[in-house]
C-alpha cells in the first residue's frame, strides 16, 4: 500500500510538472517537451514510478513507521506524533548527504520529510480498517482503493497547476527589453569566430555572422543595416548569401543576448551572440 501510494504521489507530482513544462517555452523560444520525450514519459512512466513507490518506501515510509511503532513502546507520547517526529530525523539524515553533495539542506530536509506524510497517513488508515473489520485487506482490495484515490490527487494537481500558470501564479521566463540605444555595441559567440558590430547611426557591421539557408547553415561577412523592434533585431545586409535575417533578444538585462534558432524550431539548434561592449 505505501508503494502504491508513495508512487501516486509522485505521479501527481509528475503531472503536474509536465503541465507547466508545456505550457511555457524556454528561453529561447523552443517547447519543452518533443512528441517522442512524452510518449517515453507515457509508455515507461507507470513502471518507474512503481519502482520508485518501491524505493520511498524502503527508504523512507517504512524506517519511519517501525521507528515511531518502537519509540511508542519505549517512550512517552502517542504513535502518531512518533509517526510526525520519525520521517523529519530521517528526512534530516537523507538531506545532510544530499547536502555534501551540493544541494540545498533545507530544501532537501522539507521535500524528504514531506514525502512521507501522505504514506504514514494511510498506513495508519488502513491499519485501523483492518482492525475494524477484523482481517486484513487484500492485496486487490488496496489496489482498488489506492488507484482510484492517486487518479484523483494527480487530476487535482495538474488542474491546480494548470490554472496557475493560466492566471499568472507560475510565472514564466520574461525576456529583457532594453531601449535600441542600448542595443549598439559589440555582440559576439562565446562558442566561434562570430562577431556582430552595432553601430548607433543604424550601420551592422557583420564578421563570420551565422545564417540558416535553404540548404546548409553558413556564415558571411557584410555590411547592411539593423533596425531595431518589439525585442528583436532584423537585419538588411547586401549580399546574395547573407540572409542573415532577424535575431531576437534573449538572456538578461545583465547578461542580454541576441540568439536565432536555426533548423526544427522543435528542437533547432540556437546560435547566441553575447553584448561585449556598447559603443
Keep these: 500500500m505505501a508503494m502504491l501510494v508513495g508512487a501516486a504521489q509522485l505521479g501527481a507530482a509528475l503531472a503536474g510538472w509536465l503541465v507547466v513544462q508545456l505550457g511555457r517555452t524556454d528561453e529561447y523560444g523552443r517547447p519543452s517537451f518533443a512528441p517522442l520525450g512524452l510518449l517515453c514519459v507515457f509508455v515507461f512512466g507507470p513502471p518507474l514510478l512503481l519502482f520508485l513507490g518501491a524505493v520511498h518506501t ?112 507560475i510565472g514564466d521566463y520574461t525576456p529583457p527589453r532594453p531601449a535600441k540605444e542600448a542595443m549598439a ?52 545586409v547586401a549580399g546574395e548569401y547573407c540572409r542573415v535575417g532577424t535575431w531576437t533578444v534573449g538572456g538578461s538585462a545583465e547578461r542580454p543576448e541576441l540568439y536565432a534558432l536555426f533548423g526544427d524550431p522543435d528542437a533547432g539548434d540556437v546560435r547566441i551572440l553575447v553584448q561585449q561592449a556598447a559603443r
Design 58 to 169: 524502503a527508504l523512507m515510509t517504512m524506517p519511519s513507521d517501525l521507528a515511531a511503532q518502537a519509540l511508542a513502546r519505549r517512550a512517552k507520547g502517542a504513535l502518531w506524533q512518533w509517526r510526525c517526529a520519525a520521517p523529519v530525523v530521517i528526512g534530516a539524515a537523507y538531506a545532510a548527504a544530499l547536502a555534501a553533495a551540493g544541494a540545498p539542506f533545507l530544501y532537501c530536509w522539507a521535500g524528504i520529510s514531506a514525502s512521507a506524510a501522505l504514506p504514514l497517513l494511510c498506513v495508519a488508515w488502513f491499519r485501523r480498517r483492518e482492525e475494524r473489520r477484523g482481517r486484513p485487506y487484500s492485496r486487490g482490495e488496496v489496489w482498488f482503493r489506492v488507484l482510484p484515490a492517486g487518479l484523483l490527487l494527480t487530476v487535482a494537481v495538474t488542474v491546480a497547476c494548470g490554472v496557475a500558470l493560466g492566471t499568472g501564479a
Design 185 to 236: 555595441g559589440v555582440w559576439a559567440s562565446e562558442d566561434g569566430p562570430a562577431e556582430l558590430l552595432l553601430r548607433e547611426d543604424g550601420v551592422a557591421v557583420l564578421t563570420a555572422m551565422p545564417y540558416d539557408g535553404w540548404d546548409r547553415e553558413g556564415s558571411c561577412d557584410g555590411t547592411g543595416t539593423w533596425s531595431y523592434a518589439a525585442g528583436a533585431v532584423e537585419f538588411d
